[in-house]
């Protein structure tokens, strides 16, 4: 008996798992022997950060551009349909469609600096190249005014400013009292570009 009582206490029980973990710390003085530290990116990653970050900026500004350049569109087409019903309302009045020649200075309401072109187009449109005194003009003018001044005037604000009118993109369009499909007129704009004579004009005849 006294030979069982000694083999007892002189051999330790065997280790659980957590004194095994225990030990195991003690050895390597970590929790987790195996995690590693990172304290920063690499090249490589941050490059690739980089390129991903670009290609994000570029369809931004690739799809709010396209979806500017659309709205400017709409509303370029919009104002020339506009416009061209006024036209229209003047041909049904006059017989004839309005020209582009400069507006004479005679008449006392007309300035001076009025131009060729869509200045011109928008002075007749508000009849404003007859004189009120003319006892035969005189409803003629009346008649151009109740029909197309009211046109002009409901346009945009950044389309008519004054003495001409200008496309969705803020840039003044192109009168052609002949221009058009069939010797017609026909309002051009210069499009997204600024340039007349590409193919990114928008014309009122297409």
């Known amino acids: ?94 017989g004839y469609y309005p020209d582009d020649t400069p507006i004479p200075a005679d008449p006392p309401d007309i300035p001076a600096d009025i131009r060729e072109g869509m200045q011109a187009l928008v002075g007749r449109l508000q009849a404003r190249d007859l004189d009120e005194d003319d006892l035969v003009e005189k409803p003629i003018k009346e008649a151009i005014q109740e029909a197309c001044g009211p046109i002009i005037l409901q346009l945009p604000r950044d389309a008519y400013t004054g003495p001409t009118i200008n496309d969705g993109f803020g840039n003044e369009m192109r009168y052609e009292p002949a221009g058009g499909l069939g010797g017609r007129p026909v309002l051009i704009s210069t499009g997204p570009d600024g340039n007349f004579g590409n193919e990114d004009d928008i014309r009122s005849d297409r």
Do not use: C, W
């Not at 002189?10 to 970590?30: C, E, F």
């Not at 919009?78 to 041909?91: H, K, R």
């Open 1 to 94: 008996m006294a030979a069982d009582s000694t083999d007892s206490t002189n051999n330790p029980p065997p280790a659980t798992g957590r004194s095994k973990m225990a030990r195991r710390r003690g050895r390597t003085g970590h929790n987790l022997p195996f995690a590693t530290n990172r304290s920063a990116f690499t090249l490589i990653e941050l490059m690739v950060v980089i390129f991903i970050i670009g290609i994000m900026v570029v369809l931004v500004v690739g799809v709010g551009r396209y979806v500017y350049d659309e709205a400017a569109r709409r509303e370029t087409e919009s104002t020339q349909a506009a416009v061209m019903t006024a036209i229209e309302e003047y041909y049904k009045i006059q």
